[in-house]
């Protein structure tokens, strides 16, 4: 079985993922799972009380507990696997091997006895933020993001299983040798142990210490955009890659021209606009989200200005979706031709055949306009307005509990903008400019 790798914020990363039913049908009440639980857990679980919105509930109890949640607006449920999720300790004594990523990227594959593997990555951003920036999502536009849960407690713990040569499989001596072009993946000057195998191990450590929280992820049901993209690529217009019969889908780019909505009302870029790994999609044409923060995205939350950085923001403004539409065709295009193994030579000729009303290039960006247009509505409503609706009321708790986590867990500092205020100004920004 094949593993995802998608869970990187590069565009290098081939990846496939597959599904397998949860080992437990139920979770457990709230009362039965507060014992033993981390602050962050027991926050979660205040809200999944006390919110109005049964969607939100179930979203909060896949955060909180590692089970199962239904979508906000239809899509599939995500599931979560392993040792086994829905008790608040992972039994990290029960590792098999670990799988590493020839990009370097601070992202493992833990094994134990079941599959799928699940994802351990080493992050920046506050847990809390993280699920916050989860639930905005699957609010906008009804997409899940991939069930997450906050594994820092655990990092002495997984930082000696990574040290642990019995714990690695072939891939950490081909990391040791990797190269990105003509330059070595890991600096042998910095990392001069002589077996690549030690190099890589010694390299991780490095990578996951310097990193602040870490994260246990499922692996997402589907395929990358990537690797949609090169399946197939190098055969004939009449035998192409999966991707183009997407972008043929008209409900499907429009769903992708929301959820880039909702990645620019926070300042995030790193999907539609310039990474094909960091969204999935099952043979349904469903789509599950990972990574909904880059860099820039994080740092939106440390501003002291309660609206922050509106860069990404203005890209949003009626009068530029238009182009921004445009650009998201361009990348596409861009992406599938030149960027993906195997490449896909024709795409260029496809995107000029003729449709009904114009071509196909004019198509899709109708269609992503659409969706540009449908996510900014349904962020204003969020949002901007009144929080008279239960769905309203529901996202404002969930953004002041995510603030709460954070600052409680010591990853937030008190005085700083609370996230429900500054999701607000943003999104009243947003409204201001047209």
Known sequence: MSESHAYTRTAKVADHVQTRQPRRSALAGPASQSAGLTPTQSMILQLQRTAGNAAVNALLRQYACGGEAGSARGAAPVNVQRWPTNTPNLDWSQTQSITTLQSGQPVLFFKDQTDPAVVVKAEDAPFGLTQMNAMMHQQVHGTPTIATRDASGSKSTILKLIADSSKSDASWAALGDAKDGK?????????????????????????????????????????????????????????????????????????????????????????????????????????????????????????????????????????????????????????????????????????????????????????????LDQGCARIIKLYATGKTSKEGRAAKKGAKLAYKMDIKAGDQKAGTVPYWERLKARARYLKKLG
């Open 183 to 371: 330059f070595d993946v890991i600096d042998k000057a910095k990392f001069p142990q002589s077996a690549p195998a030690d190099r890589a191990r010694a390299f991780m450590v490095t990578a996951f210490t310097g990193k602040s929280k870490i994260q246990v992820m499922a692996v997402a049901q589907g395929e990358s955009g990537r690797k949609l993209a090169h399946k197939d690529a190098a055969g004939t217009d009449a035998n192409p890659s999966r991707i183009r019969q997407l972008f043929d889908d008209g409900a499907y780019v429009t769903r992708l021209g929301q959820l880039t909505a909702a990645d620019l009302f926070v300042e995030n870029v790193d999907r539609v606009l310039a990474n094909f790994g960091n969204w999935m999609t099952n043979a349904n044409n469903a789509i599950t989200l990972i990574d909904n923060m880059d860099s820039t995205s994080e740092g939106l939350w440390a501003s002291a200005d309660v609206v922050g950085s509106t860069i990404r923001l203005a890209e949003l403004a009626p009068s530029n979706r238009d182009k921004l539409a445009k650009d998201l065709v361009a990348w596409l295009a861009l992406e599938v031709r030149n960027g993906i193994k195997g490449r896909d030579a024709g795409i260029k000729a496809w995107l000029k055949e003729p449709q009904a009303g114009g071509t196909r290039e004019q198509t899709i960006k109708q269609q992503l306009k659409l969706g």
